[in-house]
RNA sequence: CGGGGUGUAGCGCAGCCCGGUUAGCGCACCUGCUUUGGGAGCAGGGGGUCGGAGGUUCGAAUCCUCUCACCCCGACCA
């Protein structure tokens, strides 16, 4: 097992590193906390992305590109959104380098009058333009996204999970109503829901952010929450509803249709390349990922195997084919001719997550045949290779339906009811999520927090209150939560 | 920012305490032959001046001073 990573149950961390190393997703950049997306992870993220663009698309919203850089007199606008943000933001002062006796420096001479913000979040940019192109409810709502990066200079770093930079989509929409904004917010964090379970095979649990976990500027905060293997929480995408907040701060007003002016109301949302780790934790095992099938770079990984040039030949012809059949039928296809051994090819593309591995060999040729192995479940068949096509499709399906019933299971199997605070703190301790009363305080949470490390996730949709006491305090329960070790 | 640690070949490390010929090892890489249905073998070969600067010394990867970078643990976070 020398070759292979770090077992989830002895170092779940040292494993997650390994797999991201070793399935060649990403590594380090020179700059303390960056990452460099290697192509194989960069394919992956362009699956996601292309997913969820459309649903974006398809639901009113359109594209468009703002700045990487914000003024810093945009950060004194809203008042909340900077004490959440102040702490880790790359600041620019100065435009240039000079030559000194051989070493670089930063030009003193090139001092910016107002330093430059490289954007944390783009409410700021976005708001101040939303200022000048609103004056009518006829302008509302008005619905964009991006595809961005931005730069939160965190202190400590995880690939994919929190680097410095990292690339996201941030939607950001004003309405001329509260309910409309609302009903907005709701929308996307449904869109969320459906890229993370069907496209990405990961069961969430979608809810409310507490006073305390939302997010900086918002009225209110919902977002979908993953459990990955290692039982802990990943909040996987966010969607606020920011109110008048914004438009407050930024004086965004419209007139409506009976001639009042009024303050637009906004949501802000985004998924980011942390949705990544997810998919790593959510699904992988100890021979390294498991990609779901709609969003793998391959599908289908072919090992060719043959002892010498004559049967590689006949492969080359016996292959073609069925690459064509497989092309036509959109089945994301690689064939591994690299001069390595089979069993390392194997290995290699197991670590890789590649939902299929073909195998074609001169046995298979003979039997007009091929060997199929799945990667969640290891099953190995030889199939005859007219029924090919509708073979692998049902096969990318099921494999999907599979991790997603898997991790289905787990997360049911792993979130606790209870009323007994010791038993919350035994849970935690172990691993899992807890579902539990709550007496509403921030106070409450804090103290858990600094207790037992958990905080709150979600209030859940389906939350039942009544009859439920706080599992700290004991006082009548205001609201059910799930509480977890998150990341 | 507090505590701990590490910088020697592309990667992972040994050597350093007790200075001394051409600085080693594993993986990776290159060439050749044999292999190839679960991580191939043998033979040959290329590549580093030891994070940086200064100092001690006949001599420094090794001792001293300064400095830079990164990693791990904490407070903060999608």
Same mark, same amino acid.
């Given at each position: 097992?020398?070759?292979?990573?770090?077992?989830?149950?002895?170092?779940?961390?040292?494993?997650?590193?390994?797999?991201?190393?070793?399935?060649?997703?990403?590594?380090?950049?020179?700059?303390?906390?960056?990452?460099?997306?290697?192509?194989?992870?960069?394919?992956?993220?362009?699956?996601?992305?292309?997913?969820?663009?459309?649903?974006?698309?398809?639901?009113?919203?359109?594209?468009?590109?703002?700045?990487?850089?914000?003024?810093?007199?945009?950060?004194?606008?809203?008042?909340?959104?900077?004490?959440? %943000?102040?702490?880790?933001?790359?600041?620019?002062?100065?435009?240039?380098?000079?030559?000194?006796?051989?070493?670089?420096?930063?030009?003193?001479?090139?001092?910016?009058?107002?330093?430059?913000?490289?954007?944390?979040?783009?409410?700021?940019?976005?708001?101040?333009?939303?200022?000048?192109?609103?004056?009518?409810?006829?302008?509302?709502?008005?619905?964009?996204?991006?595809?961005?990066?931005?730069?939160?200079?965190?202190?400590?770093?995880?690939?994919? /999970?929190?680097?410095?930079?990292?690339?996201?989509?941030?939607?950001?929409?004003?309405?001329?109503?509260?309910?409309?904004?609302?009903?907005?917010?709701?929308?996307?964090?449904?869109?969320?829901?459906?890229?993370?379970?069907?496209?990405?095979?990961?069961?969430?649990?979608?809810?409310?952010?507490?006073?305390?976990? #939302?997010?900086?500027?918002?009225?209110?905060?919902?977002?979908?929450?993953?459990?990955?293997?290692?039982?802990?929480?990943?909040?996987?995408?966010?969607?606020?509803?920011?109110?008048?907040? %914004?438009?407050?701060?930024?004086?965004?007003?419209?007139?409506?249709?009976?001639?009042?002016?009024?303050?637009?109301?906004?949501?802000?949302?985004?998924?980011?390349?942390?949705?990544?780790?997810?998919?790593?934790?959510? =699904?992988?095992?100890? #021979?390294?990922?498991?990609?779901?099938?709609?969003?793998?770079? %391959?599908?289908?990984?072919?090992?060719?195997?043959?002892?010498?040039?004559?049967?590689?030949?006949?492969?080359?012809?016996?292959?073609?084919?069925?690459?064509?059949?497989?092309?036509?039928?959109?089945?994301?296809?690689?064939?591994?001719?690299?001069?390595?051994?089979?069993?390392?090819?194997?290995?290699?593309?197991?670590?890789?997550?590649?939902?299929?591995?073909?195998?074609?060999?001169?046995?298979?040729?003979?039997?007009?045949?091929?060997?199929?192995?799945?990667?969640?479940?290891?099953?190995?068949?030889?199939?005859?290779?007219?029924?090919?096509?509708?073979?692998?499709?049902?096969?990318?399906?099921?494999?999907?339906?599979? /991790?997603?019933?898997?991790?289905?299971?787990? /997360?049911?199997?792993?979130?606790?009811?209870?009323?007994?605070?010791?038993?919350?703190?035994?849970?935690?301790?172990?691993?899992?999520?807890?579902?539990?009363?709550?007496?509403?305080?921030?106070?409450?949470?804090? #103290?858990?927090?600094?207790?037992?490390?958990?905080?709150?996730?979600?209030?859940?949709?389906?939350?039942?209150?009544?009859?439920?006491?706080?599992?700290?305090?004991?006082?009548?329960? #205001? =609201?059910?939560?799930?509480?977890?070790?998150?990341?």
């Amino acid at each position: 097992m020398s070759k292979g990573v770090t077992p989830q149950s002895k170092n779940f961390s040292a494993w997650y590193n390994d797999v991201v190393k070793k399935a060649d997703l990403a590594e380090h950049g020179p700059v303390k906390g960056t990452m460099i997306i290697k192509p194989y992870g960069f394919a992956l993220w362009d699956n996601i992305k292309e997913a969820l663009d459309g649903m974006i698309k398809e639901s009113g919203h359109t594209n468009a590109y703002f700045p990487l850089f914000i003024p810093k007199s945009f950060f004194a606008q809203e008042a909340k959104h900077v004490e959440g %943000f102040a702490k880790e933001c790359a600041v620019v002062t100065h435009t240039r380098l000079k030559s000194v006796d051989g070493d670089i420096i930063v030009d003193p001479e090139s001092k910016l009058e107002e330093e430059v913000i490289v954007r944390p979040t783009s409410e700021t940019v976005i708001w101040a333009m939303y200022k000048k192109w609103i004056q009518s409810y006829r302008d509302l709502p008005l619905l964009i996204n991006q595809w961005a990066n931005v730069v939160r200079w965190e202190m400590r770093t995880r690939l994919f /999970l929190r680097t410095t930079e990292f690339l996201w989509q941030e939607g950001h929409t004003a309405h001329a109503t509260a309910e409309e904004a609302e009903e907005e917010t709701l929308k996307i964090l449904e869109i969320y829901r459906r890229l993370a379970e069907e496209i990405l095979a990961i069961p969430v649990l979608i809810g409310r952010k507490t006073e305390i976990e #939302k997010f900086a500027g918002a009225e209110h905060t919902y977002s979908i929450e993953a459990m990955m293997r290692d039982k802990k929480a990943l909040q996987s995408g966010t969607s606020h509803n920011l109110g008048q907040n %914004f438009a407050k701060a930024f004086n965004v007003t419209f007139q409506n249709k009976d001639n009042q002016e009024e303050m637009v109301y906004a949501t802000s949302w985004g998924v980011s390349t942390r949705i990544i780790g997810a998919v790593i934790m959510a =699904h992988g095992d100890d #021979k390294g990922l498991r990609l779901p099938p709609k969003v793998a770079p %391959f599908q289908v990984v072919v090992i060719p195997i043959f002892r010498n040039d004559e049967q590689k030949k006949v492969i080359v012809k016996y292959l073609n084919p069925i690459l064509d059949t497989l092309k036509n039928n959109l089945v994301r296809t690689k064939v591994d001719w690299r001069e390595e051994s089979p069993g390392f090819k194997f290995n290699d593309w197991e670590m890789k997550g590649a939902p299929i591995r073909m195998e074609i060999g001169p046995r298979d040729v003979e039997n007009n045949q091929v060997v199929l192995v799945r990667r969640d479940t290891g099953e190995k068949n030889s199939i005859n290779i007219d029924e090919i096509s509708e073979i692998i499709n049902k096969m990318l399906s099921d494999i999907h339906d599979n /991790l997603f019933a898997e991790a289905t299971e787990f /997360l049911r199997a792993n979130i606790i009811k209870t009323d007994s605070y010791d038993e919350f703190k035994k849970i935690i301790n172990n691993g899992g999520f807890i579902r539990c009363g709550w007496d509403g305080t921030s106070e409450t949470e804090l #103290k858990i927090k600094e207790e037992t490390g958990a905080t709150t996730r979600v209030i859940p949709f389906d939350e039942n209150p009544k009859n439920l006491k706080c599992i700290y305090t004991g006082k009548p329960a #205001k =609201h059910e939560v799930i509480f977890a070790k998150a990341y």
